[in-house]
């Protein structure tokens, strides 16, 4: 496509037209799970604890009587830097019609921002950090994504390798049949589990919230510092997640009982 132009996403009314892009690339598709609005809108809000340790600037991509046509940000993570040493700056929330030269000039907006931060490699889509979305589906398009398993779609991939990305890590998610598996026998091997190595299993402590929030991110982090471009989550970041958790719970018990 001729005459794209790709700018800074930094207005209000950018931000809402970053938003709505892939309701209307996607709307309809049968295994596109649509995000809330609002949450998206809170992974991308300044106020957001994750930019305490990180910066992004967001670019749009039109044609040329103005219609959004793409987007991408472009991502500097601090807390990654720190821990990897790796020179790697991130692109995430990647967004695209299917043509080449949109992704390619979106591609290079968010290399060019990461450039003048200093960092020699780009890697994504990691939307913004890999505690959140990260990847492109390059199988499995005939099942619904689960909670933050992103569904893309199929031509993605092409046009990243298009542009010159190659594999950086191959990420798996499993599906099983209830049907097919004994949940009883899972349920007594827990139990003997827990018995032998003396662990207890409860709810969280919702009058020793802080507390349990602490204990839920030593854990977090301890089971996930060995892996692949592991970043460490801070107690600001879960603690936030887990308010927002409670107050859709609230929400829909309120649906319920009223």
């Known amino acids: 496509m001729a005459n794209v132009t790709v700018t800074a996403a930094n207005s209000a009314p950018d931000r809402k037209e970053f938003i709505e892009l892939p309701y209307r690339l996607h709307m ?52 990654h830097t720190e821990r990897h040493h790796d020179g790697v700056g991130f692109f995430g929330f990647f967004e695209c019609e299917n043509d080449p030269a949109i992704a390619a000039k979106l591609f290079d907006a968010a290399r060019d921002w990461l450039k003048k931060q200093g960092f020699t490699v780009m890697r994504g889509p990691m939307s913004p950090s890999i505690n959140d979305e990260i990847g492109f589906l390059i ?42 598996l004994s949940l009883d026998r899972v349920q007594r091997l827990a139990e003997a589990l827990a018995k032998r190595n003396h662990i207890v ?12 929030v602490d204990k839920v991110k030593d854990l977090y982090n301890v089971a996930w510092e060995a892996n692949w471009g592991a970043v460490q989550i801070t107690e ?7 308010e927002i958790l409670d107050t859709a719970l609230e929400i829909g018990d309120r649906a319920v009982t009223n």
């Open 139 to 180: 199988d499995g398009f005939n099942f619904q994504p689960v909670v933050m398993m992103p569904y893309t779609p199929q031509y993605y991939p092409t046009l990243a390798e298009s542009y010159g990305f190659t594999k950086a890590k191959d990420v798996y998610s499993y599906r099983h049949d209830k049907n097919a």
């Open 236 to 242: 600001a970041e879960l603690e936030e997640g887990f």
């Open 28 to 79: 309809g598709h049968p295994y596109w799970v649509p995000p809330l609005r609002s949450d998206v809108a809170h992974l991308l809000d300044p106020k957001n604890p994750f930019f305490a340790h990180a910066e992004m600037q967001l670019f749009l991509a039109r044609d040329a009587s103005g219609k959004v046509v793409g987007r991408i940000a472009a991502v500097k993570n601090d807390a």
């Open 201 to 212: 299993v409860r709810p969280l402590n919702m009058k020793n919230f802080a507390g349990d």
